[in-house]
């Protein structure tokens, strides 16, 4: 150590396993807001509940902690061997092979580089409107033409109308469970759509908050890769996983789609820290359970709470959901903001809608006497 500044990696592997940098990292159920910012550092006029980017609060698994952590002495080399091992859990995950299988920074970047490969001038994007609007402006980059479609009073994909517009489409993305609105597209539907889109269209199935879903009428569409070689099915460690700001997803297509994205993809874009962390997630068999548990519980509390308030939402299969205000959304979101409470943007297709991340307990009883306030 040189003058107190530096720090050794053994060191910092030390202070990782003290209670208080631990609590820093993942935030517990029972730790109160105080607590909190107590071991954060921050003082009670800076604590903010941020429940605006669908982030899950509980953080990464405690495997994935201890693989970041045991894998500092790993920094100066490049992660293609990680890449290639999460490829391996994966492959033996899904029951496919390892060629239909492409890691990215975040899904994000799987949805940009489909953008790339799949739309340009003269081929179009068709998706829901609202939808995650990240791959709109990755297709408009690459001059080509956006059809929205309006999601069905139900808040399900209109599929019907997609398939009319995908006729010379180059893809078509379908994001279910849908953000902002936290609705499915019934598994049948998917299939029937499935079954008549071109070949040539490029269909593009975005599972996010798939681990959420408590509905007999939602499936992964994974297992239906085999049956179509036009499908992409895309999936995030930043969910359930807790690991939003480690960037790491990936994506399941036949190896002839894999290979057209990784052209469009940047060398060695995965880090070693968010490869490991991934891997551990994945062995880590009581995350995703504990996680949907969690949400769900502290879901029910919100519903219960919004309904005593008079207040209608759209039933949530994700970690987030859609509260209809019955008046303008953007002073609300102002308001609730000045009571450190940060929500969901406005959405155009939905102005009078705002959209809360499900936090912990501590963190929506916050949000519901603030809401109660602001909504007086």
């Avoid at 807001?33 to 800076?46: E, H, K, M, T």
């Avoid at 982030?55 to 990680?82: C, I, Q, V």
């Avoid at 139900?154 to 849908?178: E, Q, S, T």
């Avoid at 009078?352 to 909504?375: D, L």
């Amino acid at each position: 150590m040189k003058n107190g500044s530096q720090i050794s990696r053994r060191g910092f592997a030390k202070i990782l396993g003290t209670s208080a940098a631990f609590a820093a990292l993942r935030p517990s159920l029972s730790m109160s807001a105080p607590a909190l910012r107590l071991v954060s550092g921050a003082s009670p006029a800076a604590a903010v509940v941020r429940l605006s980017s669908n982030e899950n609060p509980y953080g990464p698994s405690l495997l994935a902690t201890k693989a970041m952590t045991d894998a500092f002495s790993l920094a100066w080399r490049y992660p293609d061997e990680h890449e290639q091992s999460l490829v391996d859990v994966l492959a033996k995950l899904h029951g496919i092979a390892h060629e239909q299988i492409l890691p990215g920074n975040g899904s994000g970047e799987i949805l940009k580089v489909a953008a790339a490969a799949f739309t340009a001038a003269g081929k179009k994007l068709v998706l829901a409107n609202p939808t995650f609007e990240a791959i709109l402006a990755h297709a408009r980059t690459a001059q080509a033409e956006v059809v929205n479609v309006d999601l069905t009073p139900h808040y399900a994909h209109d599929l019907p109308r997609m398939l009319a517009a995908a006729k010379d489409a180059g893809l078509v993305y379908i994001c279910n469970p849908n953000n902002p609105t936290a609705s499915i597209t019934p598994k049948d539907q998917i299939r029937a759509f499935l079954a008549k889109v071109p070949g040539q269209t490029i269909v593009l199935i975005d599972e996010a908050y798939h681990h959420y879903v408590e509905s007999n009428d939602y499936e992964s569409v994974i297992p239906l890769v085999k049956q179509y070689p036009n499908l992409i099915v895309a999936r995030t460690f930043s969910k359930v996983y807790g690991m939003a700001g480690l960037r790491c997803g990936y994506c399941v297509a036949r190896p002839e789609l894999i290979r057209r994205m990784r052209d469009q993809q940047t060398w060695d874009s995965l880090n070693i820290m968010a490869l490991v962390a991934a891997v551990a997630s994945l062995q880590d068999t009581e995350q995703v359970e504990q996680g949907r548990r969690r949400n769900s519980e502290v879901k029910k509390y919100v519903y219960s709470e919004l309904d005593r308030a008079g207040f209608k939402f759209i039933p949530s299969h994700a970690n987030f959901l859609m509260v209809d205000l019955r008046r303008e959304v953007r002073p609300i979101i102002a308001a609730m903001h000045d009571r450190n409470v940060q929500v969901g943007r406005v959405f155009t297709a939905l102005p009078n809608f705002m959209r809360v991340t499900i936090g912990t307990r501590p963190q929506m009883e916050t949000f519901v006497s603030a809401f109660r306030e602001v909504m007086a």
